[in-house]
């Protein structure tokens, strides 16, 4: 079994910046894909960024919704199995809960998770 545990949500004024945290603990081979998705009241859950492993320690090839390239910076510690998303430029529109995803590895197989997730909100 794998948990997420997420942190650094909050209620930030439009224009600032927050840092999410998700760490991953359990037993596992280790982890693919990293990523965070959100998903606002009466919205399905969307993407905001993906990471890959990479096979270094800061992670590999990174992909973001259109709505955050320029504003946000998804980054991970692969010793830490510990994935970042920098928010910049925060604005009201990026008001949701913001979920941890991650694929992680075991042998032969792989399994998703989901953090319990965070709330951020922010202010006009």
């Known amino acids: 079994q794998v948990q997420l545990v997420e942190s650094g949500g909050g209620l930030v004024q439009a224009g600032g910046s927050l840092r999410l945290s998700c760490a991953a603990s359990?037993?596992?081979?280790?982890?693919?894909?990293m990523g965070w998705y959100r998903q606002a009241p009466e919205n399905q859950r969307d993407l905001v960024a993906t990471?890959?492993?990479?096979?270094?320690?800061?992670?590999?090839?990174?992909n973001y919704a259109d709505s955050v390239k320029g504003r946000f910076t998804i980054s991970r510690d692969n010793a830490k199995n510990t994935v970042y998303l920098q928010m910049n430029s925060l604005k009201p529109e990026d008001t949701a809960v913001y979920y941890c995803?991650?694929?992680?590895?075991?042998?032969?197989?792989?399994?998703?998770?989901w953090g319990q997730g965070t709330q951020v909100t922010v202010s006009s």
């Open positions: 995803r991650a694929i992680v590895k075991y042998s032969g197989y792989l399994l998703n998770y």
């Open positions: 359990g037993t596992f081979l280790g982890i693919n894909s």
């Open positions: 990471i890959a492993s990479g096979g270094t320690t800061s992670g590999g090839t990174t």
